[in-house]
């Protein structure tokens, strides 16, 4: 239980909860069922990319390509689906190929170059957009199939609110939630995922107690590119149009959602409750400052500010701890 | 009984070495750096292939194909300097980790985990908290928990590389009852150490390496402080006390330094060509006092005289400008720029006595100034331009000197100076140590090692829970009386 109240994690709910009060006390609105339902089918997108980028994080590594890979998945994805028609199945699958192999190319490049994560993958970012873009042209797509429109429209249960309109669990966020089981069950209960902890944590005991690096990383940078894989067919079912370039510039919104999380960039540390609780900070920031009618400028200021006070919250805590640590007992 | 033995011949780092552990024997291996030890231990562990034509042979079997899975199986475990710990998990984890990937488990059963990491507990009788995280526990506690982790295997032989580098005296002591107790259940130890008087304590046998070559194994009776170091280096070194007559000059005095959390009611002289050791247990407050008279943590309340002048240290400049000097413990992380030359590392205190008119600096001077210190402290270096990382412990421990010594301060002061360094470069740093002292430089050494202070300084002061309790005259007292000291103190 104390070592409950002085996690991070803890730190982040108050945070939230502080910041719903005051939202709703501006804007009774902000805090209903349907406000709420409407945020975790539309913060979907960033929820399922922010697994991915944990479990990079918490490996040691950094991946900055994952908004090209879910791009490029979307786009091809979306190409053959208008083509040749198939099914949301065929659909997931499509881009689930398309996002690990592209998150593979990343893990081979790491490892057998040994070059950093940061640069492999912003070289990476770089190459998936500029051939999405050479050849798409740049076109948008915008004639999707029906069935692709519909499955949007599925809801495990349906609710009806005082002026008649439906609203309900849709099953995007349904998917969202079974892939944060499974990162759970990964992470928690596979060997595997304590490796990707003990990667991170020290690489070259990882080693030594006779973990393989090599698959380590190909299983991380594929996870990634799975995610980004389906996080890209999330995108086109909310938006309903591909566009090769609509996701551009997201990646640190993802990243800082992570890292508001609790996860360090130095590898070994981050849990996927402190992901969630991180998604869950960006989305209500966002929704509730247009809620209270602040200018969407001040969005990046506050998503900016949160980060700071938060991550030197977290880094103080660490500071202290140490420095009890350390101190002489007098008599 | 069996006999585990291994014999290679022909290593690169190692000449036609023979080497055998006997079932349950506790096996120093000594050398100074660069001996091979290392080499020969990566050897056994299968980490590194020996050259050909070497034989390795495991109760009397011979193995021609010998890699690190062949030597987990067979019981040999490591446990490195650095420990190889991850500092992110918890202890349940570290030390059940390996044994569940060895067993080729793909899912995680989080009770057995305990339940191993309990079992190999008890082994040494060990109580840890399993589910702190690794990096929450004291470096003592981590060591157990890297010795939990090799019992997990069906272990015969433990190789400990250096364990008690950063161990006070009573951890020290405890580490050697796990051995103890190891062997009394057959488990042999081989025991890496610089510090000889652990060698004798602990050991039965003693194999000494030098460049390479096996000078030979002793049953440890045979052997005494002298012998052992004569026979590692190859020289006659002759430990001689260090006496000061009584000056008059007094470069620093503290009256009355406290600050909460750190140490209390300080006061203590320092004259000009005093070597003053102040000793005591890890977290008796002894570096934190060093870092206070050198800016970093200043002092909550008494004062500080330079020469006679009550002066402010409340920063490094501070304290710089007032000629002194400070050479931290832990020479890697606070005292080196690891990837810049040696150079560059030697120079970076005195850059402003470089600068040439234009407040450039000036390349000849530099150049000069870095030959210089080189020469001095005799530094082995291909040249000033290799990175500091490439160097051995010693070399580096001789540029984070050559670093402060360059900045000609009035007072030096020098927290474990020869911390995980062989007796050879031990003696040369103390030599030059002794050097500066006679120059008439007032000097503080701040080691845990009795024998260290006690041959090297004039004075010794011993400090407990951050208060000074013994002062002693090393010309009228012996390393017994000062150990007792710290000993009932503890």
Sequence with gaps: MKRLLASYETFV??????????????????????????????????GILAI??????????????????????MYVMAVIIVRYGGNMLTAFLIASVIGIILGMVNAVIIYFFNIHSIITTIATLNIYYGLLTVFSGGKWIYALPTWFREFTEIRVFTLTNANGIEYGLSII?????ALLALAWLILRYTMIGRGIYAMGGNPTSARRVGFDVLRLQLFV???MGW????????????????????????????????ILGGASLTGGVGSLWGTMLGVALIAIMGNGLTMMRVPAFWYNVFIGLTIVISVSANAYRHKRKKKRAIAVEIE | MKNISKRYVGVQALDAVDFEVHKGEIHCLVGENGSGKSTLIKIISGVVRPDDGSRIEIDGERFHDWHAIDAIHKGIEVIYQDLSLFPNLTVAENIAL???????????????????????????????????????????DQQLVAICRALTHNVRLVIMDEPTTALTRKEVEALFAVVKDLQSKGIATMFVSHKLDEVFQIAERVTILRDGEKVGTFASQELDDEKLTMLMTGKKLAYTRYTVEEQENILLEARDLSKSGNFKEISFRLHAGEILGITGLLGSG????????????????????????PVKIGSVQDAVKLGIGYVPENRLVQGLIMQQSVGKNIVVTILQKLLNGLGMIDADKMEDSVARWIEELSIKVPSADSPVQTLSGGNQQRVVLAKWIATEPKILILDGPTVGIDVAAKSAIHDIIRGLAGQGMGIIVISDEIPEVFHNCNRIIVMHKGKFIAEFDTAQTTEDAIQDCINRAG
Excluded at chain 1, 14 to 28: E, Q, S
Excluded at chain 2, 121 to 139: H, K, Y
Excluded at chain 2, 286 to 309: D, Y
Aim: a negative charge.
């Design chain 1, 173 to 177: 966020t349904v998917i969202w939630f």
């Design chain 1, 221 to 223: 940078y594929s996870f």
């Design chain 1, 52 to 73: 991915g980028v944990l479990f990079v994080l918490i490996s040691g590594g950094i991946d900055i390509s994952f908004t090209a890979v879910a791009t490029v998945a």
């Design chain 2, 98 to 140: 390996s044994q569940t990937i060895a067993q080729g488990h793909k899912f995680i059963n989080w009770g057995e985990m305990r339940r191993i990491a309990r079992k190999a507990m008890g082994r040494i009788g060990a109580d840890l908290p399993l589910d702190e995280l690794v990096e929450d526990i004291p470096l003592a």
């Design chain 1, 13 to 46: 709910f108050l945070v939230i909860v502080l910041l719903c009060i005051i939202i709703t006390w501006v804007n009774p609105n902000f805090l209903t069922l349907e406000n709420l339902f409407d945020l975790l089918k539309s913060y979907s997108f960033v």
């Design chain 2, 286 to 309: 002894r570096t934190e006092l060093a870092l206070s008279l050198f800016g970093l943590n200043p002092a909550e309340s008494g004062e500080v005289l330079i020469q006679g002048q």
């Design chain 1, 227 to 258: 995610m980004a894989g389906i996080a890209g067919v999330i995108l086109a079912l909310l938006v309903q149009t591909v566009a090769p370039n609509s996701i551009v510039g997201k990646e640190l919104d993802v990243l800082a959602a992570v």
